[in-house]
């Protein structure tokens, strides 16, 4: 298991350490920084350990669990050829080197998640590499209805989304790694409050490695490389014609509002850093992220964008920037704030 308890206490310590850059009707309360406390697994309740070679064995220890189990999976891999639905508070946990391919085929509109954690407010994933059985997936793992849930230090690679979070407040994401997640490594689509810390995405070449949406989310100490953005605060639009396992549009409530961010690393993404679009509004994005090697901009804020047909996608406004003097910043965007950096001269570059 990594160092999670390190990880977390200088998030905390960092919380309180980064209010200098401040932005106007932010309500403190309504941001959530997880404990460690939070995802403690009560070792004198239910416990099974699955051995290494298991085949559809997670779903059936998920079947026998009393509500706050343990499900201990061995080093080795692990294969659920079905969906695996999570609908109770568990806790799954790996030993160092455990592996588990699930199944996400992406066959129709629907997301179809390989793990889908629904109705189970509490349950923890932790600790294991999580890979697709098939060559195209859809989605890693989908919190549905499931607040105060978290994934920790795993490695979730290859699926469109690694994670979503759906109609699942205060959910937490920590300490992993988004490898190749073509669409994107996280989309936090209707879920306030989300905690996004301390995380490596790589590779999400077709889109952002983050999707904001929803109000009052953090995203800190993550470090965004080799994608095409690093995080995007936007609303995930009906018009994309995605489904949630439940036949329902895939669709923000809310766009982006009231996120912090903090004490990230943007290097190398192959268009910009950090992407704000579609109305987001009263976000924060705060000094000590660090950029560099960002193949455009490091922050863009686009005009009104207009896709005859599909969408209209209204400019982002009243945000609030504090960058370093060598941060390159393209506003197009209403009423920004911008404190420090450099901006690019929109005669030159018109939005």
Same mark, same amino acid.
């Given at each position: ?20 850059d401040?932005?106007p ?19 004198s309740?239910?416990?099974t ?49 455990a592996i ?6 992406d066959?129709?509109?629907?997301v179809?998640?390989?793990?889908? +954690? #629904?109705?189970?407010? *509490? %349950?923890?994933?932790?600790?294991? /590499?999580?890979?697709? !059985?098939?060559?195209?997936?859809w ?7 499931s ?14 989304f ?21 669409g ?11 905690y ?9 070449t ?15 100490g993550n ?18 014609? +995605? #489904?949630?396992?439940? *036949? %329902?549009?895939?669709?923000?409530? /809310?766009?982006c509002? !009231? ?20 109305s ?28 005859p ?19 390159l ?14 901006l ?8």
């Amino acid at each position: 298991m990594k160092k999670l308890s390190l990880l977390l206490t200088a998030a905390t310590l960092l919380f309180f350490a980064c209010q200098k850059d401040t932005a106007p009707a932010a309500d403190e309360s309504r941001y959530y920084t997880p404990k460690l406390s939070d995802f403690a697994a009560d070792r004198s309740g239910y416990w099974t350990t699955i051995p290494a070679g298991s085949i559809n064995a997670l779903t059936q220890a998920i079947a026998d669990a009393d509500p706050g189990g343990i499900i201990y999976l061995k080093a080795g891999m692990h294969t659920e050829t079905n969906r695996v639905t999570v609908n109770k508070r568990v806790h799954i946990i790996g030993e160092d080197g455990a592996i588990l391919k699930i199944s996400s085929p992406d066959t129709t509109l629907e997301v179809n998640p390989g793990i889908h +954690i #629904l109705n189970a407010p *509490g %349950a923890v994933v932790q600790n294991i /590499k999580i890979e697709p !059985l098939q060559a195209s997936a859809w989605c890693g793992i989908m919190f549905e209805n499931s607040p105060r849930s978290a994934v920790l230090s795993c490695e979730i690679s290859v699926f469109w989304f690694g994670v979503l979070v759906e109609r699942s407040d205060q959910v937490a994401i920590i300490d992993n790694h988004f490898l190749n997640c073509a669409g994107n490594g996280v989309l936090v689509n209707n879920g306030k409050s989300t905690y996004v810390g301390y995380n490596e995405f790589e590779g999400s070449t077709g889109g952002s490695a983050l999707w904001a949406c929803d109000e009052w989310g953090t995203a800190e100490g993550n470090e965004f490389h080799n994608n095409e953005f690093g995080i995007l605060l936007c609303k995930y639009p009906k018009e994309f014609g +995605i #489904l949630t396992p439940g *036949g %329902a549009a895939l669709s923000a409530d /809310k766009t982006c509002i !009231l996120w912090k961010l903090r004490s990230n690393k943007f290097n190398n993404n192959t268009d910009s850093g950090i992407i704000i679009r579609d109305s987001a509004h009263q976000n924060l994005i705060e000094s000590n992220n660090e950029y560099s090697g960002n193949a455009k901009y490091d922050i863009v804020i686009p005009a009104d964008e207009d896709v005859p047909g599909f969408i209209f996608i209204p400019a982002a406004y009243d945000n609030t920037i504090y960058a370093a003097p060598n941060v390159l910043i393209k506003d197009c965007g209403i009423n920004t704030t911008i404190n420090g950096g450099t901006l690019v001269d929109t005669t030159l570059d018109p939005c």
